[in-house]
């Protein structure tokens, strides 16, 4: 079992930072791989970036591609998101997920069986 801890989010003002982070309960992770996804108020969960754990190639949503990046600490079974010139388009509830094995295509959520509580990100115009 994977528990997921997000932590980071907050309110910033349009072109700010944050940086969120993911915490897992255990120690080393054995799966495939991480991700970040988003959930805005009336609307679907999105894929937003992905890591490969064996490896560590990233993948990202074209929305977010060039202002966003993970990245992970091996050691600590930790993930990042660096989220950079934010708009108020980015504001939601950011949710970690950690995949055991591909079973649909890394952007996809049914990849993903371990789910964090979310962090709220408000970005302000």
């Known amino acids: 079992q994977e528990q997921l801890v997000e932590s980071g989010g907050g309110l910033v003002q349009a072109g700010g930072s944050l940086r969120l982070s993911c915490a897992a309960s255990?120690?080393?992770?054995?799966?495939?791989?991480k991700g970040w996804f988003r959930q805005a108020p009336g609307k679907e969960r999105e894929f937003v970036a992905a890591i490969r754990w064996s490896g560590g190639s990233t993948f990202y949503a074209d929305v977010v591609k060039g202002r966003f990046t993970i990245s992970r600490d091996n050691a600590k079974n930790t993930v990042y998101l660096q989220m950079n010139k934010l708009k108020p388009e980015d504001t939601a509830v950011y949710y970690c997920?950690?995949?055991?094995?591909?079973?649909?295509?890394?952007?996809?959520?049914?990849?993903?069986?371990?789910w964090g509580q979310g962090t709220q990100v408000t970005v302000s115009s």
């Open positions: 997920a950690a995949a055991s094995n591909l079973i649909a295509t890394i952007s996809n959520r049914n990849t993903y069986n371990y």
């Open positions: 255990r120690r080393t992770f054995s799966g495939y791989a």
